[in-house]
């Protein structure tokens, strides 16, 4: 019988690429996940790995389970839930990544409205950056996600099912009494200070990459993996920033103006393809398409 937690781990192996980075993922040693994939190559009697140097690689066996297993472990919780559900009302853990705008204005209301109309529900939140939202879909981290394809490296790819939600403006964010008209110029704040997110970040390397084309290297001043503390720091006069128009929230006296030209990105809900979702993660689903998006703050 092939164990689901260990053939998790060998799909993890896939995604991931190294042995430290799957047992990161799982909270476990590096020498626990070596040892569990051996005993799965005993059970299969088939060379699943094999070493390159100080690395480990997937055979062509190896590969094919890997790959196979993903949706064997799909299967297997879609018969769970389907098993819980029979007679009743859908219930279960359904497990949301959303990057951080996303949480407060989509994830949370629906889980809101969720534990309402459907309190056999559990919704388990966690704030994902789209290039990490991505592979944790794809290894069962979660089941659902909330990002964007836009502007990230890493393909959403034929494996998954893409539901459109929205498109949503990047947004010039400036103290209340730097308000201007009409759509903003990037060259023209060239010598102002800036809000950043942390480096690497979607939203960090957006807003570098709006800057060079605009003939600049922006001047940061700071850096903020929270975009209320970004807004405070340009309510308070000290910078400015380019943040997606779901992230300004109201409450802060800051004013936005659109780009000139002007930038999008589309909001999207992904799940994974290949077998039916649960009933569980389709009312999770539907719920988010129905919410009404909040409008931006005024320019």
Do not use: K
């Not at 605009?214 to 400015?240: D, I, K, W």
């Amino acid at each position: 019988m092939l164990n689901p937690w260990r053939l998790r781990l060998l799909s993890q192996l896939d995604i991931l690429g190294t042995v430290r980075a799957v047992a990161e993922s799982a909270n476990l040693s590096a020498s626990t996940v070596s040892q569990q994939l051996a005993v799965l190559e005993a059970e299969t009697r088939t060379q699943l790995l094999e070493r390159t140097g100080r690395r480990v690689r997937l055979t062509p066996a190896g590969l094919m389970l890997a790959r196979r297993a993903r949706a064997i472990l799909d299967h297997m919780e879609t018969v769970e839930g389907e098993l819980r559900s029979l007679g009743e009302e859908p219930a279960g853990l359904v497990r949301v990544g959303a990057f951080q705008s996303a949480i407060h204005t989509l994830a949370v209301p629906a889980v809101t409205r969720l534990a309402r109309t459907h309190p056999h529900i559990d919704v388990e939140l966690l704030e994902l950056e789209p290039h990490e939202s991505i592979p944790a879909l794809r290894v069962g981290d979660v089941d659902l996600i909330i990002t964007t394809p836009d502007f990230v490296e890493l393909p959403l790819g034929p494996d998954v099912d893409v539901v459109p939600l929205a498109a949503d403006s990047i947004v010039l964010v400036v103290p209340s009494d730097h308000a201007g008209r009409g759509p903003a110029d990037l060259a023209a704040y060239a010598a102002e200070p800036w809000a950043f997110d942390v480096p690497q970040s979607y939203l960090a390397n957006l807003a570098t990459r709006l800057c060079r084309q605009a003939g600049f290297e922006p001047r940061v001043v700071c850096r903020f993996s929270n975009y209320m503390l970004t807004l405070q720091h340009v309510e308070a006069g000290l910078s400015v920033a380019l943040l997606p128009a779901l992230a300004v929230d109201p409450r802060y006296r800051v004013a936005t103006r659109e780009l000139a030209p002007a930038v999008t990105r589309t909001i999207t809900a992904v799940i994974r393809r290949g077998v039916r979702p649960r009933a569980a993660v389709n009312l999770v689903l539907d719920t988010v398409r129905q919410l009404p998006l909040p409008a931006a703050a005024p320019g």
